[in-house]
């Protein structure tokens, strides 16, 4: 192929020999020249113009690699120095599949043949070539439009160096992510624990884009006497930062929660903390405590999101007011609410990235979560997979989802009998205590614990009632409840001053039923209830059956 008639039909070259050969000097008219030889002022000689240097020589000494094709086909018409350097010889003439098959393992030829229709140059961006090195592809037309006999300039600049650099870059945020997303998983709980009263399952998802693991939690604690903890958070931010901010405040609740206070006062803690681990970081989070004995879950939010509750009917509301600012904030007095959670009913916590969508709003979001849970049935594993499908959470979802369904089941039959309350109100007087340990033993005797369990639960029910008698004041009320796996004894008054496990001495009177309590049980804790007063209790660890 003619070189020389091709380099004439680069873009602007025909223009330019125009602007030649028509164009008058207007000079004297203000006008600005064509470039063209001129002579300098030191005399040296004269500087050839730009359109009067050979492109072939030009094109041979550019480091850049370059090809030109021609027709329908694509036949090869020249390729450069650099380009037979880095790829070889090449035969001229032959169509490109076969000269340039480097460019076809690209995935360059459609690029070629969209070129030459529309006539609009295209480029193809870092693309490793065979030769082990990255190159970026520019395709420009080099004929005007409606040339049957059009050609392509291809022209390849080396990016190696800038390609490893961005790969060394990802290379780097991806360690930084799965330093971040180890940091997060190690810090949830591992194995949730499972209350008697309760079904509970938890997953955890992280966010798909780089570096983008963020501070989402969710805790299950026991807090004894039958009653539960769910906790679900959200620290702002991402990276192993938020990570480790999430891992304070998730340790700082477990503290927390052992005191078994009422959740906003939970949140008033956690409140303080969180300004004093980073003023400039906040959280959001939701803390909630089941009671079966009440059927309600009591809670308080901070900047969080609402826990949705489907009933037995499928029937599903969600937790309103109260909700304070995030954690962190500072300067904010949380309350607490509750609603109804009764056998059959089904609760779900999760963090923003389950419902928020760039491209509609948080409500909506929260609204089709609604319409999920109405229809998902089966265990609490099974809820919270459909949720997160429901929701279209997938490997590359842009935030981290955390979400957290419990169940109160409800039970009938062989398994409701291994479920059993009774409750008697003490009035007061010499014969409460007696009264108290005669109801006692006709109730564990009718659950038909053997004699050495009956035995404990008796005394444990008559140093409960006689330090409540002692040092409380009426309403005075004694529950027993057996689970499928513990006895639990509590008793409640009036009195808010919260006993304390003390050493008596020899010669003291008093102060030994505590201890006696917690020498016989296998777990007692007390707490201040919300309408006032305290309650005190004990729990005892069933034999399990034999198979």
Request: with cysteine.
């Amino acid at each position: 192929m003619n070189f020389t008639r091709w380099s004439a039909r680069l873009p602007g070259t025909q223009r330019r020999a125009a602007a030649r050969t028509e164009t008058p000097d207007r000079r004297g008219e203000g006008s600005v020249p064509a470039a063209r030889a001129g002579q300098p002022a030191d005399g040296t000689g004269p500087v050839p113009a730009v359109d009067e240097l050979p492109a072939r020589d030009v094109l041979d000494r550019v480091p850049a690699l370059v090809a030109l094709v021609h027709g329908p086909d694509h036949r090869l018409g020249y390729v450069n120095d650099a380009y037979t350097t880095a790829f070889g010889p090449r035969p001229a003439g032959a169509p490109a599949r076969e000269a340039l098959p480097e460019l076809a393992e690209l995935g360059l030829l459609p690029l070629l043949d969209q070129v030459l229709r529309s006539g609009r140059p295209r480029t193809l961006k870092s693309r490793r070539a065979v030769d082990g090195r990255s190159y970026t592809f520019t395709c420009t037309p080099v004929a005007e439009d409606g040339d049957r006999d059009g050609g392509v300039l291809v022209f390849a600049t080396d990016v190696t160096d800038h390609a490893e650099a961005a790969e060394r870059l990802r290379a780097s945020e991806r360690r930084q992510r799965e330093t971040a997303v180890t940091l997060q998983r190690s810090l949830l709980p591992q194995d949730l624990e499972q209350p008697d009263d309760l079904r509970i399952a938890a997953t955890y998802q992280p966010g798909g884009t780089e570096a983008a693991v963020g501070g989402d939690w969710y805790d299950v604690i026991t807090l004894g006497g039958g009653r539960t903890a769910l906790v679900i958070g959200d620290v702002m931010g991402r990276g192993v930062r938020a990570a480790a901010v999430m891992g304070q405040l998730r340790t700082a609740v477990r503290a927390y929660a052992r005191l078994d206070l009422p959740p906003h006062e939970v949140l008033q803690l956690l409140d303080g903390l969180a300004t004093e681990i980073d003023p400039n970081q906040i959280a959001t989070c939701a803390y909630a405590v089941h009671d079966p004995n009440e059927g309600r879950l009591v809670y308080a939010s901070a900047g969080h999101l609402p826990i949705l509750v489907r009933d037995e009917h499928g029937t599903v509301s969600r937790t309103e007011e109260p909700t304070g600012p995030p954690l962190g904030t500072g300067g904010w007095m949380h309350s607490s609410g509750s609603i109804a959670l009764g056998p059959g009913s089904t609760a779900v916590l999760y963090t923003d990235g389950l419902v928020e969508r760039r491209d509609e709003d948080l409500d909506e979001g929260i609204a089709a979560l609604e319409r999920a849970l109405a229809g998902a049935t089966g265990s609490p594993q099974v809820v919270c997979d459909r949720l997160v499908r429901s929701a279209g959470v997938t490997a590359d979802h842009d935030d981290d989802v955390a979400v957290l369904v419990l169940q109160q089941p409800a039970r009938t039959g062989p398994d409701g009998e291994l479920f059993r309350n009774a409750a008697l109100e003490l009035l007061g007087g010499v014969e409460a205590a007696p009264r108290a340990r005669a109801f006692a033993s006709g109730v564990l005797t009718s659950w038909r614990f053997p004699a050495e369990l009956h035995d404990l639960g008796v005394l444990a029910t008559s140093e409960l009632v006689a330090n409540s008698l002692q040092h409380g004041t009426p309403p005075m009320r004694l529950r027993l409840r057996r689970t499928d796996r513990r006895l639990i004894v509590e008793v409640t008054d009036g009195d808010d001053h919260l006993p304390r496990r003390r050493r008596a001495e020899p010669a003291d009177e008093s102060g030994r039923g505590i201890a006696i309590v917690a020498t016989i049980a296998s777990s007692w804790g007390c707490r201040r209830t919300p309408g006032g007063g305290k309650a005190v209790w004990c729990e005892f660890v069933l034999p399990r059956p034999r198979p």
